[in-house]
């Protein structure tokens, strides 16, 4: 990505101006009709991903001629003519759509040839503005529903289709709210936008620094301290967020290096990095913006899910933190010292609070009385600028001069990157989705599970689940879930499954992917930070985070647990197994409780563990009894040859030979800059 300079930062910060106001003001008020809203929203991503994304990466740093920059190549602060080309295409048939929506929208089949040609056009930017931002997968995929839907009609068998001609898909791509404009550029535009904008400036009023304080003090407390420092704060921080790269790139730039000083190996702490991050997206009030998506798509508030995701990302978190307790008393890791904990007098700084508390507390409630999304987010955001603008330091006049540049600058960044990729991603995976429902191809790959999977819903589920890892291996995971959703969401369904648990089902899964060999994105952004091999840090990334592959079924198989179904005592006693049963599945699957467990014991305390995630009160007993036989056999049993037979300890890590003045330095200045 360029760093823009002179007129052409001037340039971009106008059009980050104009996209922000647009954006907070639609939230505020009222969104316009989606043809509307969704194309203003696009014309500002056209304009700043041409501007801001080169042709490609390596383009920047490689040596070019003065006239091959300026026409093709540009440079590191500014674009090239071809830049600028792609720019105009791109945005002319946005503001074609801005200027004559309503007609087109009130007389559909109503069109002129040019009015085609400028959708090719804007197809073809969009493809090219998504490779830039994403890479080539997604817009490979597209390129291929695209060749389904023009030569459907040749292909043999039940997988064929009618075909249509390219004008008919023209027509469809640009001048319907089913194409282009249509469900995700929409949603997009209109509501997970602001939430996008809400998190960085939370990040600017210092609601990030709070929760590293409080992830000190909860986490610093408990054995392998530093490693839960980078859970809590993950946690905190990824329910503003919503990304796991982000939340990795974020967090992972302090966690991962105060984890090595503090005698992590590299690939432990990138995993623990990685594997927290990805939970950022099912952490509520603020998940990632598959949810939103989902909300649509189910046709239910966006509350509902929020509240259905509570309990499984406190599980999921359990699950970690089980892993990194487990880990740290394997090698050694212990507490931080006293010492580098914060007092209860930083914690309650009131400055700090109410530029945390207020917008988040304001944000929850508006939301439980069931006001809209966008709203609540907007209304979360005005209240974070002026209590930081206010209160966030002295009233002298240059320093609020400081803190509306900070602001400013928040707004700057988030735009530039996070919401640019979003909405030119979203716009062209919606090309997908139309294809999918065009074609009946969605349908088609239901049937197929179907009778792949003989009415058995645990093979669809399995089906399924190998799906959706596959697609987010490939892609984000909103686009990931929103393909997948699409296309398998009908299949879980037809079977008699409840759709919420089956689109969480695929949600999770999308999710995973992030973490999952062999193109895991969480783990090659955390082995950036950390160093190490790849590898091994998605192998325990993996081992970490077992719970985002085995919860997921429990949706289905288990529904209190998204408190779908059951009294709140039942609710309560899946929280209270589940967790139990996460600690021990992470003590099966690292091999260790008080000392090195034998491969015998390590069955033993997952199949115990899985036995309570039913949460039943026959397989709690059957769980809790099979744990008791691992434990006698841990404390009490001699070792039996081969699978009884424990391995030696490892190599624990010496405290004493740690600096901790140079560790302490290092915490007391945690800030995210």
């Known amino acids: 990505m360029r760093t823009l300079s002179g007129i052409w930062k001037l340039i971009l910060g106008a059009i980050t101006a104009a996209a922000v106001g647009f954006i907070v003001f639609t939230a505020l008020w009222r969104p ?37 920059c300026f026409a093709f190549f540009g440079t590191e602060n500014s674009p090239s003519v071809l830049d600028i080309v792609f720019t105009i295409l791109g945005v002319i048939p946005c503001i074609f759509i801005i200027i ?30 998504t490779r830039r931002t994403l890479g080539n997968i997604v817009p490979i995929v597209v390129i291929i529903f695209v060749l389904y839907a023009l030569l459907g009609h040749l292909l043999p068998g039940e997988i064929g289709h009618a075909g249509y001609s390219l004008e008919e898909l023209l027509y469809i791509f640009y001048l319907t709210t089913e194409g282009v404009w249509g469900l995700l550029t929409d949603l997009t535009s209109r509501l997970i936008a602001i939430f996008i904008l809400l998190g960085p400036i939370l990040f600017a009023c210092g609601a990030g620094n709070t929760f590293i304080k409080w992830s000190r003090f909860t986490g610093g407390r408990i054995r392998g301290g530093a490693g839960q420092i980078a859970l809590f704060s993950s946690a905190g921080l990824g329910m503003l967020s919503g990304s796991s790269v982000a939340n990795v790139a974020t967090t992972g730039t302090f966690t991962i290096p105060t984890m090595k000083k503090l005698g992590y190996k590299s690939e432990i702490a990138g995993a623990t990095e990685a594997s927290a991050s990805s939970g950022g997206q099912i952490m509520p009030p603020i998940m990632g913006a598959g949810a939103f998506v989902m909300a649509e798509l189910l046709g239910i508030k966006y509350t509902s899910i929020m509240f259905a ?32 904990i914060p007092k209860w007098s930083e914690l309650l700084n009131p400055r700090e609070l109410l530029n945390t508390v207020i917008p988040i507390g304001i944000l929850i409630y508006l939301l439980v009385i069931y006001m809209p999304p966008q709203s609540c987010a907007g209304w979360a955001l005005v209240t974070a600028l002026l209590i930081y603008l206010i209160f966030g330091g002295s009233l002298k006049g240059s320093e609020v001069v400081k803190r509306v540049r900070g602001s400013l600058q928040a707004f700057y960044s988030a735009f530039r990157t996070a919401l640019v990729m979003l909405i030119i991603m979203m716009s062209c995976v919606q090309v997908v989705v139309t294809l999918i429902n065009a074609t009946g191809l969605g349908v088609k790959i239901s049937e197929f599970i179907v009778n792949l999977a003989g009415n058995s819903s645990f093979l669809a589920l399995i089906a399924v689940m190998i799906v959706a890892i596959i697609l987010g291996m490939g892609m984000s995971t909103t686009a990931a879930y929103v393909i997948a959703a699409s296309a398998l969401g009908p299949a879980l369904i037809s079977l008699g499954l409840p759709s919420l648990p089956s689109h969480l089902f695929i949600f999770y899964f999308a999710i995973a992917a992030g973490i999952t060999p062999p193109v895991c994105v969480a783990v090659f952004t955390a082995r950036a930070i950390s160093g190490g091999s790849w590898v091994r840090i998605a192998i325990i990334s993996m081992g970490l985070s077992l719970g985002g592959y085995i919860i997921p079924y429990f949706f289905i198989y288990q529904p209190a647990i998204i408190m779908q179904s059951g009294s709140i005592l039942v609710i309560l006693q899946v929280i209270f197994t589940v ?30 563990g899985l036995f309570l995630m039913n949460s039943t009160w026959q397989t709690d007993l059957m769980g809790f009894g099979v744990i008791a036989i691992a434990i006698a056999s841990h404390l009490f049993l001699p070792e039996i040859p081969f699978i009884g037979q424990r391995p030696p300890d490892v190599e624990k890590v010496d405290l004493s030979r740690l600096d901790w003045n140079e560790n302490e330095s290092l915490l007391e200045n945690l800030k995210i800059n």
């Open 100 to 129: 004559n929506w309503e007609p087109i929208v009130s007389n559909p089949l109503t069109y002129e040839m040019y009015y085609l040609v400028l959708g090719a056009f804007l197809f073809l930017m969009l493809l090219e503005a």
């Open 32 to 68: 316009f009709h989606p043809a509307l809203q969704g194309s203003v929203v696009l014309t500002f991503g056209m304009l700043a991903v041409f501007l801001t994304y080169p042709i490609s990466k390596e383009s920047l740093h490689k040596a070019h001629g003065k006239i091959a």
């Open 579 to 608: 967790i139990i049963a996460m600690f021990f599945i992470e003590v099966g699957v690292f091999g260790y409780l008080l000392k090195p467990t034998s491969v015998l014991e390590r069955i033993l305390f997952v199949v115990g």
């Open 309 to 340: 995701a509570i309990i499984p990302a406190l599980c999921y978190f359990a699950g970690i933190g089980s892993g990194i307790y487990v880990l740290a008393g394997k090698y050694g890791l212990g507490k931080l010292p006293s010492r580098m």
